[in-house]
T-cell receptor
Framework: DAGVIQSPRHEVTEMGQEVTLRCKPI?????LFWYRQTMMRGLELLIY????????DSGMPEDRFSAKMPNASFSTLKIQPSEPRDSAVYFC?????????????FGPGTRLTVT | AQSVSQHNHHVILSEAASLELGCNYS??????LFWYVQYPGQHLQLLLK??????LVKGIKGFEAEFIKSKFSFNLRKPSVQWSDTAEYFC????????????FGKGTRLSVIA
């Protein structure tokens, strides 16, 4: 299995531009999580989906952030317009609900720099 | 709301020294507990996890953790660290009520020197 795949791995953009981060969960997993890692705040949940349905988006910073999961094998996190304070590493993770372990598998992350 | 506290921000140890990283959580219900490791430039990997049963959990690479319910703690230990253990370590908790998100501690950076 290829694991959770994220793209791009690095993104550098100017303030005001739209940024789209992509995630492909592990095949067969039915839960997907977006986390953000910063020096100041550590790892924080942004949003998560169960069976492609958003369950909790209370961690999304503001309306500039949106996430979609059009099918079980793909999710996007969009920031529009981007701001320097959005600079962080964004991780996607997936898991399989019926498993008792609820282990989440993380992707390699996307390092976003907004100048 | 759940929260996780990791007491040490940065720990520096010599090779072969013993390691203990503290982790406390605040949640009154049943929880699942995890330790993740992030090696420099890499993604998060699971070290070990606790769901039920024996409170002493053994993970990969010689790590273990003990769940002490009365203290709301889940400390990570290793009897003898190696230079390759240099990484950031995250304690995390999730409610034992379905597939819910992880709540992470701020992390502890471990530097092992020769």
């Amino acid at each position: 299995d290829a694991g959770v795949i994220q793209s791009p791995r690095h993104e550098v953009t100017e303030m005001g531009q739209e940024v789209t981060l992509r995630c492909k969960p592990i095949s067969g997993h039915n839960s997907l999580f977006w986390y953000r890692q910063t020096m100041m705040r550590g790892l924080e949940l942004l949003i998560y989906f169960n069976n492609n349905v958003p369950i909790d988006d209370s961690g999304m910073p503001e309306d500039r952030f949106s996430a979609k999961m059009p099918n079980a094998s793909f999710s996007t996190l969009k920031i529009q317009p981007s701001e320097p304070r959005d600079s962080a590493v964004y991780f996607c993770a997936s898991s399989y609900t019926p498993m008792s372990s609820y282990e989440q598998y993380f992707g390699p992350g996307t390092r976003l720099t907004v100048t | 709301a759940q929260s996780v506290s990791q007491h040490n921000h940065h720990v520096i140890l010599s090779e072969a020294a013993s390691l203990e990283l503290g982790c406390n959580y605040s949640y009154g219900g049943t929880v699942n507990l995890f330790w993740y490791v992030q090696y420099p430039g890499q993604h998060l990997q699971l070290l070990l996890k606790y769901f039920s049963g024996d409170p002493l959990v053994k993970g990969i690479k010689g790590f273990e953790a003990e769940f002490i319910k009365s203290k709301f703690s889940f400390n990570l230990r290793k009897p003898s660290v190696q230079w390759s253990d240099t990484a950031e370590y995250f304690c995390a908790v999730t409610r034992n009520s379905g597939n819910t998100p992880l709540v992470f501690g701020k992390g502890t950076r471990l530097s092992v020197i020769a």
